[in-house]
């Protein structure tokens, strides 16, 4: 391996973990927390939802003991298997994701009673992240958490914006779409979230549990009835009659609070700080960009070409949420949308000389089964078209069959972190040289 290919290669791992490193609890969360209640004046209780559940109430706890002593603190964070931390005050529990379990089913429901037991007095510290909204399974009477999976599982391959799941997702609930305030009502509460949705609308991070809800059941059923194939009759009867979800100006929303901690575009400009001091000329195309993977990176990749045209050195970088769209609600192969984007990146650059990318999910899973080893992404380099040949593979074949994972795996460029217990979605880099990086650095590595 050539000495730039390995340096390339751990200069995009450096360009992701910088991402990463901004959107962590420990760095964002202590500078927006609260004072707690006095001694004696009622409690903090903390309701920590998402990927980030664990690390969000661990930072939390790490401050309020330092800062505030004697505080009381209690309760409980809810976060996908793999993602527990080590606590001293809040209870930490884990369930299903992407797609929901008996075991998030049973933590929402002790969520939910500990909200109903705070008084006047208490404090609740909401602390939200992405995955809460299949996280949390309380859905309304007519819906049993079986139905609740057949829909999650029809809605992700559906392939449409995380905003139109979400807003089925929340009038399907008991705690999504603002009824987590509505049980919290009537203690004071501040919602701290980190943000992983285009354009961060508080009303679909987690599904705006503590937020009023915009959104109608006309879009609710036009989402379901899209659906295909479609869902069963009796459930679609049952969402239809859900009960509307609290809307702006609801009383309940008076002595609730709200505010952003870490998003998408702190991590993409960490990102391209770090990517200018290393001499790219960064090429910001937002942290809001949605739709189909291969789409997304046929169009990255003519944006990289031209600049490889012009002799420009830069690091295009990008986040937001890709998609991925099963045809007839089935899935093949292995991987996830940013392993999937890499591929079709792979395809479309066609093995042009000094291009290279990395496509990963912040929280460090890509897809997948769920589990705690699967990958964050893949790498891409000038060469990876060739040695997938030379294996035996068939890069279009595989994407057609959406099957990514094994590509990269077999390749040996699958990027593996572990959970990195933050969420801010998707974090794309691609790096192009000009022609003369390419001429002055063309030794082997020493043997």
Not at 133 to 142: K, R, Y
Not at 170 to 185: A, C, D, N, P, Q
Request: aromatic letters at 4%; charged letters at 25%.
């Amino acid at each position: 391996m050539k000495a730039r290919d390995a340096e390339t290669r751990a200069r995009l791992k450096r360009l992701y973990d910088a991402a990463v490193r901004d959107a962590l609890p420990e760095t964002c969360l202590p500078p927006h927390l609260p004072e707690p209640p006095k001694p004696g004046e009622g409690r903090l209780v903390i309701f920590a939802i998402g990927k980030a559940a664990a690390a969000m109430a661990a930072a939390a706890e790490n401050y309020y003991d330092r800062e505030f002593p004697g505080t009381q603190i209690e309760g409980l964070a809810l976060t996908r298997y793999g993602h527990a931390r080590p606590t001293r005050h809040v209870e930490v529990l884990e369930g299903g994701h992407p797609v929901p379990d008996a075991a998030g089913e049973a933590a929402s429901k002790r969520l939910l009673r500990m909200a109903e037991w705070l008084g006047p007095e208490d404090f609740a510290l909401v602390l939200l992240s992405g995955g809460a909204s299949a996280l949390t399974v309380q859905p309304v009477q007519g819906i049993s958490l079986e139905d609740e999976i057949l829909l999650t599982r029809a809605l992700l391959a559906s392939g449409r914006p995380i905003g139109d799941i979400n807003c089925v997702r929340k009038h399907i609930s008991r705690i999504k779409g603002g009824r987590l305030v509505e049980t919290i009502h009537p203690a004071r509460s501040l919602t701290l979230a980190i943000s992983d949705v285009a354009g961060d609308d508080p009303s679909t991070i987690a599904s705006g549990p503590t937020v009023p809800d915009t959104t109608s059941k006309a879009r609710v059923m036009a989402v379901v009835d899209a659906l295909r194939p479609p869902v069963p009759d009796a459930l679609r009867e049952a969402i239809a009659a859900a009960p509307e979800t609290p809307k702006p100006g609801a009383e309940i929303f008076t002595h609730a609070s709200y505010k952003l901690v870490a998003s998408g575009t702190g991590s993409l400009g960490a990102a391209a700080a770090l990517a200018r001091a290393e001499g790219y000329e960064p090429v910001a195309l937002g942290d809001a960009l949605e739709g189909e993977a291969r789409e997304l990176a046929q169009e990255h990749a003519l944006r990289a070409l031209q600049a490889r045209a012009e002799g420009r050195r830069v690091a295009i970088i990008s986040g937001g949420e890709a998609a991925v769209t099963f045809e007839d609600g089935g899935k093949a192969g292995k991987g996830g949308p940013n392993q999937e984007y890499a591929l079709a990146l792979a395809i479309a650059l066609d093995g042009t000389p000094g291009i290279s990318a990395l496509a990963g999910d912040t929280d460090g899973i890509d897809g997948g089964s769920g589990a705690a080893d699967d990958p964050a992404g893949a790498i891409v380099m000038p060469d990876t078209l060739d040695r997938a040949r030379a294996l035996g593979l068939d890069p279009a074949k595989m994407l057609d069959g959406h099957d990514s994972g094994t590509f990269f795996g077999q390749l040996g460029d699958l990027v593996k972190t572990g959970p990195s217990y933050t969420n801010v979605n998707d974090f794309r880099v691609i790096l192009v040289e000009n022609t003369e990086t390419d001429r002055s650095d063309q030794v082997d590595s020493p043997p």
